[in-house]
């Protein structure tokens, strides 16, 4: 399968290979909306949209006003449609 120009899939790609890389350890905050809005040239909407998929699975958990961290225990298998990515 070719790379999906779905933007909200890049930055999701692009957080879960911090984590599964080793840039980010557990406890760790991720990068900020704003931050990964610039990098990837798009609106703080489709950033939320990604960092919600990666709360669901179970990678990250999100403290209103602080930001998203990486989850401290070993996070589930992902489910759905994003495996294929």
Do not use: N
Not at 14 to 42: K, M, N, Y
């Amino acid at each position: 399968m070719g790379e999906d120009p779905r933007i909200y899939v890049r930055v999701l790609l692009h957080v879960r290979r911090q984590i599964s890389d080793g840039a980010l350890s557990p406890g760790e905050p991720a990068q900020t909306i704003t931050s990964l809005c610039r990098q990837f040239g798009c609106t703080r909407q489709t950033v939320a949209k990604a960092l919600r998929l990666l709360t669901d699975e179970g990678l990250l958990i999100r403290y209103p006003g602080l930001g998203y961290y990486v989850t401290e225990a070993d996070p589930p298998a992902p489910a759905g449609r994003l495996d294929q990515w």
